[in-house]
């Protein structure tokens, strides 16, 4: 997958030319975010009509890197977080050798999936006080699925010099920042809904099979959701999302509800933002936090807490919501009072995490005790059983 010279040249004038950011040596620029489309007989036509065999060279379009040349399946890859890496997991491909940090990619999902199992203490993380262009060189994945402006835009010591080298030299990359719309950075180029991007990830590795199996039963999880959700929107609680850090917490970095992925179960849900219409703005805005104070002139009907989602219910009640009980002020909050304090998510979702986190939060706010998806037909799914 690495360009010979004279490829190399061709790409760099062709992306000097086109101002797509973050573009990797190996994406040829398009101006669009289209790419090839499955066949019945496992080839793929190009959006110029071409088409390339299961063991043939293609493409695949994602913004902002474009079009995207694979010369054959990737085996070998790196993502950026647990949303891609869970994308991976859902298609039966090998998980990724690497995240940013392996913390926050919570495979504990998968306990529930029959036949699935990923043991994130065998990834690396990217991130270690900083990201080495020479870790990439020894991961030598085929392909990065990281969205290369996230690399330049979240901390200082990256450049597009950079991601043109490691682009060229190791393999391409791949992705866009969909967990968040938070950032300054990505106002230049569109953004993708979970399935979306999970499609392009599909293409690439030429599993739209599983793909179209996960989206049809997607499809059938929204329709349960919309008998659950209360017609009237005054009948829905209002919450409120935090990081909170640590088992006992004095203040917290409040997260309003967005179009990112990380948000997709409460959008789903319908639930009201308790934040929304305060002066309380988004931790992406200006790293504020809030206290307890803050949150009791608000007081929410339900406080989701991120950041703790390795321990288990009974660990979370045991200490940071025993924490909230015994506090003088947080004590009188009336989620704290009615017991309706729970872990928020993840930051990071792909289609099984999502289904996951989905159903347990529709239990934390709507009481639904039934079960909303069959964890037996995701298994198989994963496993090319459909």
């Known amino acids: 997958m690495v360009a010979d010279e004279s490829k190399t040249v061709t790409r760099r004038r062709l992306l000097t030319g086109c101002g797509v950011a973050g573009a990797s040596l190996l994406a040829g620029c398009t101006g669009g975010t289209g790419g090839s489309k499955p066949n019945t007989d496992g080839t793929e036509t190009s959006e110029t009509g071409g ?22 399946v990737p085996k070998k890859w790196v993502a950026n977080n647990g949303s891609w890496a869970d994308m991976g997991v859902a298609l039966g ?33 990217l991130y270690q006080d900083g990201v080495s262009k020479e870790l990439f060189y020894e991961l030598g994945a085929d392909v990065h699925v990281i969205d290369p402006n996230f690399l330049m835009n979240r901390f200082k010591g990256w450049n597009q010099s950079d991601v043109d080298e490691v682009g060229n030299r190791v393999g391409p990359f791949f992705g866009n920042s969909i967990f968040s719309r938070g950032y300054k950075w990505h106002e230049n180029y569109r953004y993708y809904s979970l399935y979306e991007a999970f499609g392009k990830l599909a ?11 996960f989206d049809s039963l997607h499809g059938e999880f929204q329709s349960k959701l919309k ?54 703005r988004d931790f992406h805005a200006n790293r504020g936090k809030v206290d307890f104070e803050t949150l009791l002139e608000i007081d929410p ?19 940071v919501v025993s924490f909230m009980e015994n506090h003088t002020v947080g004590s009188k909050l009336t989620a704290v009072k009615n017991g309706d304090v729970y872990r928020g998510g993840p930051l990071y979702q792909g289609p099984i995490t999502n289904l996951v986190v989905t159903e347990r939060a529709a239990k934390q706010v709507y009481g639904v005790s039934k079960s909303l998806f069959d964890r ?6 994963v496993k090319g059983n459909f």
């Not at 474009?66 to 054959?72: D, L, M, N, T, Y």
């Open 51 to 72: 088409t390339t065999s299961q063991s043939g060279s293609y493409s695949v379009s994602m913004e902002p890197v474009g079009k995207v040349e694979f010369e054959s």
């Open 93 to 125: 491909v090998e998980p990724p050798k690497a995240v940013w940090l392996t913390s926050r990619y919570h495979t504990q999902y998968y306990d529930e999936i029959p036949g699935v199992s990923v043991d994130a203490g065998k990834m690396t993380d």
């Open 203 to 213: 293409k690439v590795f030429k599993r739209t099979d599983r793909y179209e199996a």
């Open 227 to 280: 008998s659950i959700v209360p017609s009237k929107k005054q009948e829905r609680p209002e919450v409120a999302i935090l990081w909170a850090s640590g088992n006992q917490p004095e203040s917290f970095s409040p997260y309003l509800i967005s179009k990112g992925t990380s948000f997709k179960q409460w959008r789903d849900l319908k639930v009201r933002d308790a934040l929304a219409n305060t002066s309380v």
């Open 301 to 319: 009907d339900v406080l989701l807490l991120r950041g703790h989602e390795q321990q288990t219910r009974k660990e979370f009640r045991n200490t």
């Open 376 to 381: 037996k037909r995701v298994g198989d799914i």
